[in-house]
């Protein structure tokens, strides 16, 4: 049998006695490598008939450069940033990087306010751990 927990949920099940004493080998971790997270974008692309610079204006490599450091985990935070770019370039327009950067600060919000969705019952003052720029919100 397989059960897949976020983090969050393991460490807290890991407080109770059974769980403590679970072999190592019994529990696996699931990454995604910046190659897999390239690989669902472009199946997505091609799902849609489109090519690569249908969408992007930026070769593989510049978008994964740019991408990489930025995303908390996995494919739902890269396919998020990508919608928020989307929808502020609009139907028909390549998205270049500068439309990334320029994105960035409601991609930030955006995480934050998963955290706090997420982890908010966990920590209970998870926005103290948040320091507030001019701009915006930036993870410490």
């Known amino acids: 049998m397989v059960h897949i927990l976020k983090s969050h949920m393991k460490e807290l099940l890991f407080t109770i006695e059974e ?6 080998r019994a529990i696996q971790y699931i990454a995604w490598s910046p190659k897999e997270l390239l690989e669902l974008i472009e199946r997505r692309v ?27 985990n996995g494919p739902r935070d890269l396919l998020r ?6 929808d502020s370039v609009g139907n028909g327009k390549a998205m270049a990087i500068v439309d990334f950067r320029g994105k960035e600060e409601d991609y930030r919000l955006y995480a934050f306010q998963q955290m706090q969705v997420v982890y908010g019952d966990v920590f209970k003052n998870i926005g103290d751990f948040v320091v507030r720029e001019e701009r915006g919100f930036r993870p410490i």
Not at 19 to 24: E, G, K, Q, R
């Open 19 to 24: 769980f403590t004493n679970l072999s190592s």
């Open 46 to 72: 091609g799902y849609s008939k489109l090519k690569w610079n249908d969408v992007f204006r930026c070769s593989k490599e510049e978008f994964l450069e740019f991408m990489q450091f930025k995303l908390r």
């Open 81 to 86: 940033f990508i919608d928020i770019v989307f």
